[in-house]
């Protein structure tokens, strides 16, 4: 990538901008994009079945090779901006991307305005559950769980969260 480019992505997503996108739009469909990495399974976005993640309004999508560099490059600056808010008193809350293998779930849909959004799930228990074919949901766990959306048309981030303790 072209250093311009990664600067320009920096600044944006450093500000954190809210993007409250709830809408509805055509999907844009790469029937080609295939995922070969063991530590993502990506879900097909079902209103009726996950009403808490996006608007019952969008629709599914699906992502893209470039799509998922993308959601990777978000989240690391999503959990370093994280990591950075932490009380010095609760630093094992941290997010651990080097010491933890996280697995990842993301699910795509289009907005109203015609915008790409993913949900990220993220974790690094399983539970020996078939994770692949639906969302993994835990409660508690700590840092081990967290998940945020992103715009990928903005290239923001928003709702962050990391599960807590039991």
């Known amino acids: 990538m072209p250093r311009l480019f990664i600067a320009v992505l920096l600044i944006g997503l450093l500000s954190c901008q809210k993007d409250e996108s ?12 295939a995922v070969t990495d063991t530590t993502i399974a990506t879900i097909k976005f079902d209103a009726t079945e996950m009403p808490y993640i996006f608007n019952k309004n969008a629709s599914a999508a699906t992502l893209t090779p470039q799509d998922l560099e993308q959601i990777d490059s ?74 945020f959306k992103i715009n990928l048309k903005s290239l923001t981030y928003y709702d962050f969260g990391v599960n807590g303790l039991a």
């Open 22 to 33: 709830n809408g509805e739009g055509k999907s844009e469909v790469d029937a080609n994009a």
């Open 74 to 147: 978000l989240l690391l600056v999503c959990v370093a901006n994280c990591n950075k808010t932490i009380r010095q008193d609760l630093q094992f809350m941290k997010i651990d991307l080097v010491g933890r293998l996280y697995k990842k779930q993301p699910v795509a849909v289009v907005n109203r305005r015609g915008e790409k959004e993913v949900w990220v799930n993220c974790f690094c228990d399983d539970f020996s559950k078939p994770w692949r074919n639906e969302i993994l949901s835990v409660s508690d766990g700590g840092s081990c769980y967290f998940n």
